[in-house]
């Protein structure tokens, strides 16, 4: 368990976090959004133990990172931001070299050992030394030494920066093996990677915690969340705008005239969708597309992060 | 007691990994080699002693000694894996300790393998091999005084060149101490007591009673006291501004 209580961090005058409480039961993945200078990283590195709060308290595993931080960081995995390493080092080397300070022997040595180099795919370059590695060798060896003892808490700063998109599929599906029973936190730019890999998501911005949601939940609260968007082959998108503005369900209908899509937004909670479908085959459109919108976690983390209301 | 272990072996190994280790190694032979047979007239006194090799050490550790430590804690800072490595399960003082061995180990094994010039003086005479033991233990000591000093001002900073610098102004401060360059900046305006007490820093007084064989205790525990403040400093240091 991760458990932070009122958490703080200043540098001089700026606050980089600020009063932070947060508690992260096993099982949770949990993703932290936010800007750039948001606080995460500051946030991470105190929950890793780098840097001291300035007021607050953090535990992990039940152990203070003030009062005793090798307990904590005993049973904890941190890949920090940029996954730096030992250039002068092979790969194998370097993951021997942490597997030792993990006090890792014998049969589980060895088997973590072709756990994580099979995992993360890093047979073809054990022999090479970290400064020659691609970014994408050189994350996939970061996260292998945060999982090389198997942790119960697992701490990853942009774990998927730099990856391509196979790589970045296969670091989710990694997360998602491990999810399981294990306290997952990471910190992304990605939206939606938080939608694939976490169940819970956290958005803070200059060092305040804004959000704290299912990924579902935070969905939800889009503008657009069960809105309903078409676009027409041909005829005049002005008269249908009309036509389902006059809907009694309908809030508002909204036309993006660069691609001539029409969104309608609904009053309240009931789904429009049956309402417009009933009404172009009425009225015979000739429709290009008609879909229902889940609901946008951009507009919500920018609606959030800006401080406008979703 | 086993992470220090396992920061020693990586740090030593990281000296060998790059041409450093080479480099200094012979940089060292040759240089303490031609100190001793040209500006010591090794040859010319006609002694059988080894005066003329200790008595460079200082002068040649000023320079050599900051080129080892620069990277101890500095190269970590820049390449952001100090980071990684404080956030394992050790503490800052295993850290501390593992490096500084690591590095103190290096210099000895360069001090070793001057023992040609050893043989040499057996060769062509018969030398007091004790006072030769306690001199060759004067210069490891006088090596891991200036590196523990290096250790800190490596945690001070992220730029291995100013760590260089900063290491070589401060060893060279302690070095003299105990001479006129250093105190008569200080007479005059501090109480003879802070004088005194500046002067018995000298890291060149307490080595040089060493270096004639004289094993004085108190030489020792100077150099033991003076590498345990500096390491622990260097761990104050690190706490303040990891981060920065």
Redesign the interface.
């Known amino acids: 368990m991760i458990k932070t209580e009122n958490l703080t961090r200043r540098y001089g005058d700026l606050v980089a976090v600020d009063s932070l409480s947060i508690t992260v039961e096993p099982g949770e993945v949990l993703g932290f959004l936010g800007p750039n200078g948001a606080g995460k990283t500051t946030t991470m590195?105190m929950i890793?133990?780098?840097?001291a709060p300035s007021s607050g308290t953090v535990s992990v595993c039940g152990h203070s990172l003030t009062a005793n931080?090798?307990?904590a960081?005993?049973c904890?995995g941190?890949l920090?931001?940029?996954a730096?390493?030992?250039?002068?080092?092979t790969v194998q080397?370097f993951l021997r070299?942490?597997a030792?300070?993990?006090?890792l022997s014998g049969d589980f040595r060895r088997s973590r050992m072709g756990d994580v180099i099979e995992r993360l795919h890093l047979a073809p370059v054990l022999r090479q030394r970290l400064e020659t590695l691609s970014k994408g060798f050189r994350r996939r060896v970061g996260l292998a030494?945060a999982i090389i003892h198997d942790p119960q808490v697992l701490i990853l700063d942009e774990p998927t920066d730099g990856l391509d998109p196979n790589q970045k599929q296969e670091v989710r599906q990694l997360i998602q093996d491990m999810a399981a029973d294990k306290i997952i936190v990471i910190s992304t730019h990605i939206l939606e990677e938080v939608d694939a890999v976490c169940n819970r998501v956290m958005i803070i911005a200059r060092g305040r915690l804004l959000a704290d949601d299912t990924p579902d939940g935070l969905i939800a609260r889009s503008r657009y969340h069960n809105a309903v968007s078409l676009s027409l082959v041909t005829g005049s998108v002005d008269e249908i705008k009309n036509d389902i503005a006059a809907l009694p369900r309908v809030a508002s209908v909204e036309l993006d005239q660069a691609t001539g899509r029409v969104t309608a937004f609904p009053a309240g909670d009931q789904p429009l969708l049956p309402d417009i479908s009933r009404l172009a085959s009425d009225k015979n459109w000739n429709l290009k597309e008609l879909h229902l919108e889940s609901g946008r976690m951009e507009e919500v983390f920018r609606s959030i992060t800006t401080g406008h209301s979703a | 007691m086993?992470?220090i272990r396992?920061?020693f072996k990586?740090e030593l190994?990281?000296y060998f990994?790059?041409p450093l280790a080479f480099v200094f190694i012979v940089i060292f032979q040759l240089l303490s080699g031609a100190f001793t047979f040209y500006l010591g007239n090794f040859f010319a006194r006609g002694q059988a002693d080894l005066a003329s090799f200790f008595s460079f050490h200082p002068w040649l550790y000023l320079f050599l000694i900051p080129a080892i430590s620069m990277r101890l804690w500095a190269e970590e800072r820049s390449?952001?894996?100090?980071?990684?490595l404080?956030?394992?399960?050790?503490?800052l003082w295993q850290a501390t300790l593992g490096k500084f061995l690591a590095a103190w180990t290096f210099s000895a094994i360069a001090l070793a393998l001057t023992f040609p010039i050893w043989i040499t003086v057996n060769y062509l005479g018969q030398p007091d091999n004790g006072a030769i033991v306690t001199a060759y233990l004067g210069s490891l000591l006088l090596a891991g005084g200036f590196m523990a000093i290096g250790v800190c001002i490596s945690a001070a900073t992220r730029n291995q060149v100013i760590a260089f610098i900063i290491t070589i102004v401060v060893c060279f401060l302690f070095l003299l101490s105990g001479f006129g360059l250093v105190l008569d900046v200080l007479h005059g305006w501090l109480p003879q007591l802070i004088v005194d007490t500046v002067a018995s820093f000298s890291f060149l007084t307490h080595f040089q009673a060493l270096s004639k064989g004289v094993i004085d205790l108190r030489d020792i525990v100077f150099f033991a006291v003076l590498i345990a403040s500096w390491l622990y400093a260097s761990t104050i240091v690190l706490n303040l501004k990891?981060?920065d």
């Open positions: 590195r890793a133990g780098f840097i931080p090798v307990a960081q005993a904890m941190y920090p931001e940029g730096p390493g030992y250039d002068e080092m080397g070299f942490i030792d300070i993990r006090g030494q | 086993s992470q396992i920061i990586r190994a990281a990994s790059t390449s952001g894996s100090i980071e990684l404080l956030c394992l399960p050790l503490t990891k981060a």
